[in-house]
C-alpha cells in the first residue's frame, strides 16, 4: 500500500502522473477503463434468471402447479384413452398459460427494476473534478485516480484523496471512524507508523462530509479499493422497502385471499358432492384456478410499475424521485414551504448597486458578461480611482469560494463554479477592471470561518502581499453591522457613529424594498494569528466598507404556478433568509401574498409563545431572516395539524427539515450533498413550477394505479361471483380452469398495466388534496367494486341461462338441473349436452371478456361518466383492448387453440346477446357512486 500521506503534494502529483491542472478529459476515459466506474460492488443487483424462478414461488401457482402434477397421474392411472389424451391436454395448456404469466411478471418486473436503477443513477452524487483546465461538474462514478477534486462544507467526498490545499477544512468522518468531531484538514505530510483512519489529517475519505472551509484533493483511490469499499460489504443493504400503499394492497390481497379461498373449498367441495368421483380433478383445477386468477397477488408488483414508469416521466419534468413512497405522498401534499433564492426568483445575480463611502453607485449588465458601466448621479464614474470601492471589490473577490471561468458554451464571457451569489460580486470586480487571479496572487488565504444559514456571514483571513493579517468578511447587513464599530470612509478609518449605523440600515432597507439581495462588506487588521481562529474573536471590531445589492429576479412560471397550487387546495409558502423587504417585494410579485401582506421574521418568531407561534405559523405565508431551526419548528407546527408538508432546502442546515417534512426536496444545482441525500426529491433546475408539476405527476400516478385496483378488484369479483353462485344452483361451472386462467392473463393483465400508464383524469389540480392517511379501499371504492361485480355476475349468468335454454331447452325453475346429466342429447332441442355445456362455456368466456373490454374504460375516470371522457388519448389502452380481442377471436374461433381452451363457435345472435348484455358495462356511473356527481356538473 503507498503510503500517500507521508509524501508532500510533489511526489504524490508524480507518482499518479497528475498535475494542480488536474486530468485532461482523454486521459481520464484512458483511466476509467484501467481502474474501472468508482462505485461499490452491489451485493444485491438483479439477477434475472432468480427473478424468472420466483415468478413460480407465489402460493397460489405452487397450489396450481402440484394439481397440475395430480392431474398428470391421475390421468396416466386412469382407463380411457380418451379421458387421457384430454387430461394431459389440460395440464399442458394449464402448465402453458403458467409458463406465459411467469414471463409476463417476468418482464414487467425486470423492467420496473431497471427503472429504478436508471433513476438511482440520476440520483447520484456529483463530484466538481479538474478537466482539461477547467473545473466542471461529473458524475462520483466517473472519477479515477490522479482526478483534481474541489469541495467546500456540505460536499461528500467521492473517492479517497490526498489534500493538496486546505483553508479551515474540516471533515465528518464517523462514516468511518465513529467520532462524532469533526477532523481538521491540512496539506502537510504526516510521518506516523501505520497510522489509523482518523490519523491522516490530509487524507479525505469516499463517503466522508465537508463540515467547513473549502479545500482541494487529488484523488488516490477509488470504488472498492477506497477505505469505504473495503467495509462495502458490513455498509451495503439490498434491502427493499414496500411503499405504503403497496403494504395497503397486500393487506387487501391477503384478507380477500383468505375470502376466496373459503369460497373455492365450497365451491369444490360442491362439485364433488354433486358429479361422480372421477371429475374430482376437475373440480379441483376449476377451484385453484379460480382462486389464482381471483386473488390479486399482484397489485403491488403492478403498483411498482405503474410508480417507476411515473417517476421516469417526472425525470422530464425535471424532478428526480430518491423514494418510491414519496410519489404517493406528492398526491397528498397540502402545504409546500418553498425557499426564495433560486427557486422562486432565477438564482441569475446581478449586481447592480453598490453603497461606498457615502454615495450609491449604479452598475449597468446583465448576468455573468464583462460589459457594463459604473455611474452615479447619471454620469459615468471611474471605480478603479476610488479606493473605497477597490477594497469594497477585492473583499467580495477574497471571501469567496467560488471559481470564476470561461463559458464553454460561449453565452456569456463568464461560467461560475459554485455559488451565483458569489459569481455576481466575482463579474462586478472584473467589470471594473480588477482580475481575480491578480487579487488571489497578491493574497494568501490562511483559513475561513465558513457561511451558514444560522451565522449569515462568512469570513476569510489572508495575507497581503506586505505580510499583513487581514479578517475580510461578507454577511447579511442586519448581522455583520452590528459587528463592525468603525467605518472607511473619505479615505479615513473612523469609529462608526449611531447615526451613520441608522443612515446605513435606511439604505439597506430601501435596496431591498427594490427587491434586491444585499449583502455588507467589512474587514479588520489582525495583530497575530489566533490558535483556532474562533469566530467571537476574529469577527469583531470590523470596519464596515459598504454594501452590494444584487437583482434576483422572480422566475415567470411561478405566479401561474402559485395559483394552480391555490385551485388545487395546497398552501404555499415562502421561508428565506433574505431581508424581510426582499422577501415582501418578491412574494408580492409573484402572487403569494396581496401588497399588504403578512410576513414575519424569525426575530419575531423567537419572541412568540408556543401558542402563539402555531396561530402565525397556521395562517402566514412569508417567513424571512430565518434561521434553520426555524424551518424544523415551522415543518413541525404544520405537521401538528395534520398537514402534509413538501420543504424545500440546499444548505447543510437545511438536512433537518427536509428529513422531518413529509417530502423532502433538495435543489439539485445549488443544494450541498447532504441535503440532497436527505431528501426524497431533487430538482434538477431548482424550480418552484417543477415542485407544483411534482405534486401534479404525484396526484396522477396515485389517479392511475386507483383506476388498475378498481378494475382488477371488479373483474375478480365477477368471476368468484358467478362461478360461486352457478355451482351453488347446482348448474354445470360456467367456465374451465384454462379458461379462467386466460382471463386472468388477456383480458385482466394488459388492460390493467395500459391503464398505469393512461393518461391521467381531467382537473387533477381543480381538487383539494386527498386526506392524508386515506386508505385506497375507501367506501366509494368498494361500492364500485361491488356494483360493477354485481352487473358482470348479472350479465354473465344472463348468457349462461340463455345458451342452456336457446341450445338445450334447459328453463330455470322448470327444468331440473338433473336433466343435464340425465341423458347425453336434450331431449328437447336433440342436440348433445356436451356441445350444450362446451357451447354456453364458450358464450360466458366471451361475455366475460366483453364486458370487461368494455368496463375497463369506465374505469378511467371516477369523476365522469366514460361519455364525457376524451377516449382517444388513451392509445396504450386502445392497444391493449385491441390485443385482448384479437387473443379472444383466436380462442374461440381458430381450431387448434378452441380445441386447447374447449370453445366452440359461437354465431351472430350469440354476439348479439352477448354485446346487450355487456352494455351496462358502460353505464355504470362512477362518478355518482364515487360521490362526485356535483363536481361534474360543474365541469
Known amino acids: ?10 511526489h504524490v502529483l508524480q507518482r499518479l502522473d497528475s498535475s494542480p491542472n488536474g486530468l485532461s478529459n482523454k486521459e481520464a476515459r484512458v483511466r476509467l477503463k484501467e481502474y474501472g466506474p468508482n462505485e461499490l460492488v452491489e451485493t444485491g443487483g438483479i439477477n434475472p434468471l432468480r427473478m424468472f424462478l420466483n415468478q413460480f414461488m407465489d402460493p397460489m401457482v405452487i397450489i396450481l402447479l402440484i394439481a397440475i402434477v395430480i392431474s398428470l397421474l391421475t390421468t396416466v392411472l386412469s382407463a380411457g384413452a380418451s379421458d387421457h389424451e384430454g387430461g394431459v391436454i389440460d395440464a399442458l395448456v394449464i402448465s402453458a398459460i403458467v409458463v406465459f404469466n411467469a414471463i409476463f411478471g417476468f418482464v414487467q418486473e425486470y423492467k420496473s427494476e431497471k427503472a429504478l436503477e436508471a433513476l438511482k443513477e440520476m440520483a447520484a452524487p456529483k463530484a466538481r473534478a479538474m478537466r482539461d483546465g477547467l473545473w466542471t461538474e461529473i ?4 472519477v479515477v485516480p490522479g482526478d483534481l477534486l474541489g469541495f467546500e462544507a456540505g460536499d461528500l467526498i467521492p473517492a479517497d484523496g490526498r489534500v493538496i490545499y486546505a483553508v479551515g477544512l474540516s471533515a465528518d468522518e464517523a462514516p468511518l471512524t465513529g467520532e462524532s468531531v469533526a477532523v481538521r484538514k491540512l496539506s502537510d505530510p504526516i510521518h506516523l507508523r501505520k497510522p489509523v483512519v482518523g490519523d491522516m489529517k490530509n487524507m479525505v475519505f469516499q463517503g466522508t462530509t465537508i463540515t467547513a472551509g473549502k479545500g482541494q484533493a487529488v484523488v488516490v483511490s477509488t470504488g472498492m479499493r477506497t477505505q469505504f469499499g473495503k467495509i462495502a460489504e458490513l455498509v451495503q443493504s439490498s434491502e427493499k422497502t414496500m411503499t405504503p400503499l403497496q403494504i395497503d394492497l397486500e393487506d387487501l390481497g391477503k384478507k380477500l385471499g383468505i375470502l376466496i379461498i373459503f369460497l373455492c373449498i365450497i365451491v369444490f367441495g360442491a362439485e364433488v358432492i354433486k358429479n361422480a368421483a372421477e371429475t374430482i380433478m376437475e373440480a379441483l383445477l376449476a377451484a385453484i384456478a379460480l382462486a389464482v386468477s381471483a386473488i390479486p397477488e399482484g397489485l403491488p408488483a403492478v403498483v411498482t410499475i405503474t410508480l417507476a414508469i411515473g417517476v421516469q416521466r417526472m425525470v422530464a419534468r425535471n424532478a428526480i424521485v430518491r423514494r418510491l413512497p414519496s410519489v404517493e405522498t406528492l398526491g397528498s401534499t397540502t402545504i409546500i414551504c418553498s425557499d426564495k433564492t433560486g427557486t422562486i426568483t432565477k438564482n441569475e445575480m446581478t449586481a447592480t448597486t453598490m453603497f461606498v463611502n457615502g454615495m450609491t453607485i449604479s452598475v449597468s449588465g446583465v448576468g455573468y458578461n464583462k460589459s457594463g458601466k459604473f455611474t452615479r448621479a447619471s454620469e459615468d464614474y471611474g471605480v478603479m480611482g476610488d479606493p473605497h470601492v477597490v477594497r469594497l471589490l477585492e473583499i467580495g473577490q477574497l471571501c469567496c469560494n467560488s471559481v470564476l471561468q470561461p463559458d464553454p458554451s460561449g453565452k456569456a464571457d463568464y461560467s461560475v463554479v459554485g455559488d451565483p451569489t458569489e459569481g455576481a460580486l466575482l463579474v462586478l470586480a472584473e467589470k471594473a477592471g480588477l482580475s481575480h487571479a491578480d487579487t488571489l496572487s497578491r493574497n494568501t488565504e490562511l483559513t475561513e470561518i465558513s457561511f451558514d444559514s444560522a451565522r449569515k456571514r462568512m469570513t476569510s483571513i489572508i495575507r497581503d502581499e506586505d505580510g499583513n493579517l487581514v479578517a475580510n468578511a461578507k454577511g447579511a447587513p442586519e448581522v455583520l453591522l452590528p459587528l463592525c464599530t468603525h467605518i472607511y470612509e473619505n ?15 435606511h439604505i439597506n432597507a430601501g435596496f431591498a424594498e427594490a427587491a434586491l439581495r444585499v449583502l455588507a462588506f467589512a474587514y479588520r487588521p489582525l495583530e497575530s494569528e489566533l490558535a483556532d481562529w474562533e469566530p467571537e474573536k476574529v469577527e469583531r471590531n470590523l470596519i464596515f466598507v459598504g454594501l452590494i445589492g444584487m437583482i434576483d429576479p422572480p422566475r415567470k412560471e411561478v405566479r401561474d404556478a402559485i395559483e394552480i397550487c391555490k385551485i388545487a387546495g395546497i398552501r404555499p409558502i415562502m421561508i428565506t433568509g433574505d431581508h424581510m423587504l426582499t422577501a415582501r417585494a418578491i412574494a408580492r410579485d409573484v402572487g403569494l401574498i396581496d401588497v399588504d401582506g403578512e410576513v414575519v421574521s424569525g426575530a419575531e418568531l423567537d419572541e412568540m409563545a408556543p401558542s402563539k407561534f402555531q396561530e402565525v405559523v397556521q395562517r402566514c405565508n412569508v417567513f424571512a431572516r430565518v434561521a434553520p431551526e426555524h424551518k424544523l419548528q415551522i415543518v413541525g407546527a404544520l405537521k401538528s395539524h395534520s398537514q402534509v408538508v413538501a420543504m424545500t432546502g440546499d444548505g447543510v442546515n437545511d438536512a433537518p427539515a427536509i428529513k422531518t417534512a413529509d417530502v423532502g426536496i433538495a435543489m439539485g444545482i445549488r443544494g450541498a ?24 405527476k404525484g396526484r396522477e400516478i396515485y389517479s392511475n394505479i386507483r383506476k388498475f385496483v378498481r378494475f382488477l378488484l371488479a373483474a375478480n369479483f365477477d368471476e368468484v361471483f358467478l362461478i360461486f353462485t352457478v355451482v351453488m344452483l347446482g348448474l354445470p361451472l360456467p367456465i374451465t380452469a384454462i379458461q379462467i386462467l386466460w382471463l386472468n392473463l388477456a383480458t385482466d393483465g394488459f388492460p390493467a398495466l395500459a391503464l398505469g400508464v393512461d393518461p391521467p383524469e381531467s382537473g387533477v389540480m381543480d381538487r383539494p388534496p386527498r386526506k392524508p392517511g386515506a386508505k385506497m379501499m375507501d367506501r366509494g371504492m368498494i361500492t364500485f367494486i361491488v356494483t360493477a361485480g354485481a352487473v358482470a355476475f348479472i350479465s354473465s349468468i344472463s348468457v349462461f341461462i340463455w345458451s342452456l335454454w336457446a341450445y338445450g331447452g334447459w328453463i330455470p325453475g322448470i327444468t331440473g338441473p338433473s336433466v343435464i346429466w340425465s341423458s347425453d342429447i336434450s331431449p328437447i332441442t336433440g342436440i348433445s349436452w356436451a356441445y350444450v ?6 358464450a360466458v368466456f366471451a361475455s366475460v371478456v366483453c364486458f370487461e373490454l368494455l368496463f375497463v374504460w369506465n374505469c378511467r375516470d371516477e369523476y365522469h361518466p366514460v361519455w364525457r371522457t376524451e377516449m382517444r388519448k388513451s392509445k396504450v389502452l386502445m392497444g391493449a383492448v385491441a390485443l385482448s380481442i384479437i387473443l379472444t377471436l383466436a380462442t374461440i374461433y381458430f381450431p387448434p387453440l378452441a380445441m386447447l381452451f374447449e370453445t366452440v363457435p359461437i354465431n351472430l345472435i350469440d354476439w348479439c346477446i352477448v354485446l346487450v348484455t355487456c352494455i351496462p358495462a358502460l353505464l355504470i356511473p362512477p362518478h355518482i357512486i364515487f360521490g362526485h356527481h356535483r363536481e361534474s356538473k360543474k365541469d
Open 837 to 842: 355445456l362446451t357451447h354456453g362455456r364458450s
Open 139 to 142: 458524475d462520483a462514478r466517473d
Open 1 to 10: 500500500m503507498t503510503e500517500w500521506y507521508s509524501n508532500d503534494v510533489e
Open 673 to 696: 450533498d447532504v441535503t440532497k441525500e436527505a431528501s426524497d426529491v431533487i430538482l434538477t433546475d431548482d424550480n418552484f413550477a417543477t415542485i407544483v408539476s411534482a405534486v401534479e
Open 491 to 505: 479615505d479615513d478609518i473612523r469609529e462608526l457613529s449611531d447615526e451613520e449605523r441608522e443612515s446605513i440600515i
